[in-house]
């Protein structure tokens, strides 16, 4: 498929071939489903912990005789069915991340690609260089009519033009290595420069 190439500044700028197998597939929500669930649970600390009945800070005394009155037998107040006892079967620290093949995470990054090639949200700009300034680089933004943009550029990111990025609401920007199916679709619009296509294409192929 062939699309558009444009300038920051909204100019022409030729354009360019893209790959049918990585951004012209039929997007299946179900792979993008597991891939961006995937990167989620990885991404989850799993730092939830309750205390069970030995570590709460009770007296472990018994606290009446065990029997002879009418009630239930108990050893001390830590019992989880008391007030401010232990937890009975309580989260504890644990990781959250599952596996996940990669050529499932290599086909969601390709669908995820593909998906905003189909519904029209994808651009591809000359290059993300040029621009040293956070007021000169959110006005091209707004310009644009970008709102919340994810810009992809090549093996390495310009540090110029990433600090001038830094500041702006909405505006995010990562090398072809970062490219991710979850900061993907949670953007608006995906802009890919054409140092940041072939790195892809040379990546997904």
Known sequence: MKLDVIKLDGGKAGSVDLGEEIFGLDPRADILHRVVRWQRNKAQQGTHKAKTRSETSYSTKKIYRQKGTGGARHGDRNAP???????YKGPV????????????????????????AKAGELVVIESADGISKTKELAKQVKDL?????????????????ARAAANIEG?????????NVYDILKRDTLVITKAGVEALEARLK
């Open 81 to 87: 069915i008391f007030r401010k006892g232990g937890i």
């Open 93 to 116: 620290p644990r990781s959250h991340a599952h596996e996940l093949p990669k050529k499932v995470r290599k086909l969601g990054l390709k669908h995820a690609l593909s998906a905003k």
């Open 145 to 161: 009519g970008w709102k919340r943009a994810l810009i992809i550029d090549g093996a390495e990111v310009n540090q110029e033009f």
């Open 171 to 179: 505006l995010d920007v990562l090398p072809s290595m970062g490219a």
